[in-house]
Nanobody, 124 residues
Framework: VQLQACGGRLVQAGDSLRLSCAAS????????MAWFRQPPGKEREFVSA???????YYADSVKGRFTISRDNAVNTVYLQMNSLKPEDTAIYYC???????????????????WGQGTLVTVSS
């Protein structure tokens, strides 16, 4: 599967933004889709994931503010980000894999396909 992420831009603190990640391939429905981010000067970190079952997972830092969803009809996963904070500034990557087990959903090593990243900058 190939992934194309988009939607990142400069926003103000408190704003909302929606990222999209379009996937190629005919087996999108069987993939676990995830968002990771890499803040400036820091390691890549898990943000959110949605399994093929529809189960969703969130990092504590975004819980209640971000919502992940998928539209299998158009092979796209979304990340709706509300109440953005300056610490949300990062390059956001989408990732996918068909063999992710629930206990490793938040590990970047579980994902074999990655998009190119889209930059989100939140100014204070």
């Amino acid at each position: 599967v190939q992934l194309q992420a988009c939607g990142g831009r400069l926003v103000q603190a408190g704003d909302s933004l929606r990222l999209s990640c379009a996937a190629s391939g005919r087996t999108f429905t069987s993939y676990t889709m995830a968002w990771f981010r890499q803040p400036p000067g820091k390691e890549r970190e898990f943000v959110s994931a949605v399994r093929w079952t529809g189960s969703t997972y969130y990092a504590d830092s975004v819980k209640g503010r971000f919502t992940i969803s998928r539209d299998n009809a158009v092979n796209t996963v979304y990340l709706q980000m509300n109440s953005l904070k300056p610490e949300d500034t990062a390059i956001y990557y989408c990732a996918a894999d068909r063999r992710v087990i629930a206990s490793t959903t938040s590990s970047s090593r579980s994902y074999g396909a990655w998009g190119q990243g889209t930059l989100v900058t939140v100014s204070s």
